[in-house]
C-alpha cells in the first residue's frame, strides 16, 4: 500500500512539474512574441523576380565597422543590407552593402550603437525612408504592388533575436523574403509568419 501512495505521490510531483514548465514555455512565448503582428497575403500573388540578394556576413565587407560603433556588418547588418537589397532592385544599379554601409558611416547615420538614424538617413541625397508603416497586410500588398520592397523586423526563428528581412513577393499564400543571412529565399512563416515593424527605404539615383 505504501509503494502505491508512494507512486501515486511521484506521479503527482512530475505532473505538477509539466504543468509548471508549459505554464513557463507559455509565458516566454508571450513575451517573444509581443507587439508582433501574424500576417498573410491576401489572394495577391506577386512572384519574385529580379532579386539582388546580398549577404551581410559577405567577406568583402563582413567586418567593416556600423559608423563608429563596435558593431560588424557579420554581427548587425541585415537592416543595411535589406536596404541596400531593396535600392538595388528599385534603380536598376546594384550597391553592395560594403558600399552602402561607407555611405552612410561618412555621413553619420548611425548611432554609437550602431542603429541607423532615419533623419540623417532622410538627409542623403536621393534617399526617403517611410518608418510609419503600420504593420498589416493591406499595408504590405499596397506597398509591393506599388514596386517597393518593405523591410520587416522579424525574430529569427520565429522566437530567437530580431532581425531584418526583405519581403520581395507573395506567394502560395504566403510572403517571399531575401534574408541577409540564408544562401536563398525564405518565407515569412519561417518566422512564424509575426512582423514587428515595418521600413521602407527608396532612392532615387
Not at 44 to 68: F, H, K, N, V
Not at 182 to 194: E, F, H, I, M, Q
Request: charged share 20%.
Amino acid at each position: 500500500m505504501r509503494v502505491r501512495k508512494r507512486k501515486r505521490f511521484q506521479f503527482f510531483i512530475v505532473l505538477l512539474l509539466l504543468g509548471i514548465l508549459l505554464i513557463l514555455f507559455a509565458a516566454v512565448l508571450l513575451l517573444r512574441l509581443r507587439g508582433s503582428v501574424a500576417l498573410k497575403p491576401s489572394k495577391l500573388e506577386l512572384p519574385a523576380q529580379s532579386i539582388t540578394a546580398y549577404r551581410q556576413d559577405e567577406a568583402a565587407w563582413a567586418d567593416d565597422l556600423l559608423g563608429e560603433s563596435s558593431y560588424t556588418m557579420a554581427s548587425s547588418g541585415c537592416l543595411v543590407t535589406c536596404i541596400a537589397s531593396a535600392v538595388s532592385m528599385e534603380t536598376g544599379t546594384a550597391i553592395t552593402p560594403g558600399s552602402l554601409n561607407a555611405i552612410f558611416s561618412e555621413n553619420h547615420v548611425y548611432d554609437s550603437e550602431g542603429n541607423i538614424q532615419w533623419a540623417a538617413l532622410e538627409a542623403l541625397e536621393g534617399f526617403t525612408a517611410d518608418v510609419g508603416q503600420e504593420v498589416s497586410q493591406p499595408a504590405l500588398d499596397t506597398c509591393l504592388a506599388a514596386g517597393h520592397a518593405p523591410i520587416v523586423r522579424v525574430r529569427l526563428h520565429g522566437l530567437g533575436s530580431f532581425h531584418y528581412v526583405l519581403i520581395v513577393g507573395a506567394e502560395e499564400g504566403d510572403y517571399i523574403c531575401m534574408d541577409p543571412l540564408a544562401d536563398s529565399l525564405t518565407k515569412l512563416s519561417d518566422y512564424l509568419g509575426r512582423v514587428y515593424a515595418v521600413r521602407v527605404v527608396s532612392c532615387r539615383p
